[in-house]
């Protein structure tokens, strides 16, 4: 079984709104792909994520596997800004590393 | 638009805690599944209000709480005798952050909140994982579906909480996700909280991972099922959340 992965550019990203923004990662990832997001989601965004996951989780979809690297402090300290967030659903992708800088997933087929 | 509604939070925040501050505050027990968030809670209800009251039942079956439950009025005295108990206060693991030598000044020792239970967050949710634990297929997805509703019921009670006491198991990477979801929103929204390390009764602990993955932030080492170092927590709450 073949597992698509969308690399989807933060300038894409960026263009949508917020809604428009999760409704485009649950949908990939339902579809079965594993989504990486240049420039990733803020904290709130990745609980808005986790909330609306929660109102789709059937016996076939059980959630979405998250991670990302902690978002980046600029601006005098004040603005956090996220770096890199990957999506992808739950029965096939799972991390089994992760730190500051390292995000160690495997990936297997149902 | 975003920017602006996180600032007339953290107004509000301010303006409530400079005039408005007659209710007690409420402060929400989060953390993953099975991080011993209800223990929690029953200590701190076992301490302070009825040693045989129980806001939640505990087992290691994940998301037994599926529901946020709301414990109010829980007065917190820190000269209390349970509190003031030496074997509570030991902590064993010097290394990690400790507050447990600045004492309450007097007259300060006291302080009322409301405690809530809150459902474990997690970003997925299978029914077969209910079914490893026993449980029958049709009661198993019951529960996944109730732990769904939970999640969603944690994460808007993060609107109306004054604080947090966010807990991580020890014995775990505390390096996921979920907690730096949740540490990250609360930071956004000004929302003051401990970071507290459970399950250091437990030889595999290392609450030190905890301090050095979130260095911004107060750890506190505890055992919730064993009253470990309580006395410590409450100090850092009366401190944080007054």
Redo the contacts between chains.
């Keep these: 079984m073949e597992i698509k992965m969308d690399l989807i550019s933060e300038d894409k990203i960026n263009s949508m709104g917020s809604t428009e923004k999760l409704r485009f990662i649950l949908d990939g990832v339902k579809s079965g792909n594993i989504v990486i997001l240049e420039g990733g989601l803020t904290s709130e965004e990745q609980m808005k994520l986790i909330e609306l996951t929660m109102t789709e989780v059937s016996d076939d979809f059980p959630g979405i596997e998250i991670s990302g690297y902690q978002a980046k402090r600029s601006f005098f300290n004040l603005r956090r800004k996220p770096r890199l967030t990957v999506i992808g659903p739950a029965k096939v992708m799972r991390t089994i590393k992760k730190d500051k800088d390292l995000i160690s997933a495997v990936v297997s087929a149902v | 638009m ?1 920017l602006r509604k996180r600032r007339k939070g953290i107004l509000s925040r301010l303006l409530r805690a400079l005039f408005f501050r007659k209710v007690p505050a409420k402060i929400g027990i989060y953390g993953p599944p099975n991080a011993g968030k209800t223990t929690l809670a029953n200590t701190i209800i076992h301490t302070f209000v009825d040693e045989n009251e129980d806001i939640g039942v505990s087992t290691e079956v994940p998301h037994e709480t599926r529901r946020a439950v709301r414990k109010e009025g829980v007065l917190i005295d820190l000269k209390s005798k349970s509190v003031q108990n030496p074997y509570l206060n030991v902590s064993p693991d010097s290394n990690v952050t400790s507050t447990a030598e600045q004492k309450p000044r007097e007259g300060k020792s006291k302080l009322k909140l409301d405690i809530v239970d809150t459902p474990g ?8 994982d209910f079914m490893a634990f026993g449980l029958e297929e049709k009661e198993a ?1 019951k529960r ?2 109730e732990a ?2 939970g ?2 019921e944690a ?1 808007k009670w ?1 609107d109306d909480i004054d604080g947090v006491l966010l807990l991580m198991d020890a014995t775990e ?1 505390p ?3 979920t907690n ?6 609360l ?2 929204r000004s929302i003051p909280m401990i970071v507290v390390a459970n399950k250091m009764d437990l030889a595999e602990a290392a609450p030190q991972r905890i301090a050095d993955a979130f260095p911004q932030h107060t750890v506190i080492p505890i055992s919730a099922l064993k009253g470990e170092n309580m006395g410590e927590l409450y100090m850092e709450m009366a401190r944080r959340f007054r």
Aim: glycine share 4%; hydrophobic share 45%.
């Design positions: 975003k967050l997690a970003t997925k949710i299978d029914f077969h997805k996944a579906k769904t509703e999640v969603i994460i993060l990477d390096y996921t996700q730096i979801v949740i540490i990250g929103n930071e956004a």
